[in-house]
């Protein structure tokens, strides 16, 4: 069975860093891309990169460019989600997901991570 | 970036009831465009995929078509269980494969 496991939810101030974790299982992690979707409090889906275990290429979303930084641990099977310095406007739920091996669409979703930042 | 857009972007239906969402790219994007359900603090499940593929385990009231830039998505009779917010998402090229920004079906 395909699973995702994340992280649990994470209460942080504005500045701290963060960094989450969604850890593949039930098939070959290292030959699907991983995904991360950002959906804000009572806001749709916003896509913001993937990431491919076999060799670490990853591509961001214009919007989250810099903003984030996507990575992965091919022996653990996990891929990672990570800020530097976090800001009020990062509250939200974060999805990592599959993408299907012969598409661009996510086949399978973790469970989320919510993320609160508050001073 | 392409952009998606859907409507309505909520609906109030009844069981029973035909149901048909509509999404539009701003540019074409062939058969590249997936449907996918959320319900209230669940994560989005994958409906369809390639605008018409119906994805294992999906009833088959569900049904999707289109192409180009305009797509629709069809349930044939609401059941309570589809309550929801349903989203599409281009697939086309490159990234970012963005998300239309939801639809959500309540009850009449």
């Known amino acids: 069975e395909v699973q995702l496991v994340q992280t649990g939810a994470e209460v942080k101030k504005p500045g701290e860093s963060l960094k989450m974790s969604c850890k593949g299982s039930?098939?070959?992690?290292?030959?699907?891309?991983i995904g991360w979707v950002r959906q804000m409090p009572g806001k749709g889906l916003e896509w913001m990169g993937i990431i491919y275990p076999g060799d670490s290429d990853t591509k961001y979303s214009p919007s989250f460019q810099g903003q984030v930084t996507i990575s992965v641990d091919r022996s653990i099977s996990t891929a990672y989600l990570q800020w530097s310095s976090l800001k009020a406007s990062d509250t939200a739920m974060y999805y990592c997901?599959?993408?299907?091996?012969?598409?661009?669409?996510?086949?399978?979703w973790g469970q989320g991570t919510l993320v609160t930042v508050s001073s | 970036d392409i952009q998606m857009t859907q409507s309505p972007s909520s609906l109030s239906a009844s069981v029973g009831d035909r149901v048909t969402i509509t999404c539009r790219a701003s540019q074409t994007i062939s058969y590249y465009l997936n449907w996918y359900q959320q319900k209230p603090g669940k994560a989005p499940k994958l409906l369809i995929s390639?605008?018409?593929s119906l994805q294992s385990g999906v009833p088959s009231r569900f049904s999707g078509s289109g192409s180009g830039t305009d797509f629709a998505l069809t349930i044939s009779s609401l059941q309570p269980e589809d309550f929801a917010t349903y989203y599409c998402q281009h697939s086309y090229t490159t990234p970012p494969f963005t998300f239309g920004p939801g639809t959500k079906v309540d009850i009449k």
């Open positions: 039930g098939y070959s992690f290292a030959n699907y891309w």
């Open positions: 997901a599959r993408k299907s091996i012969g598409g661009n669409e996510f086949d399978y």
């Open positions: 390639t605008a018409s």
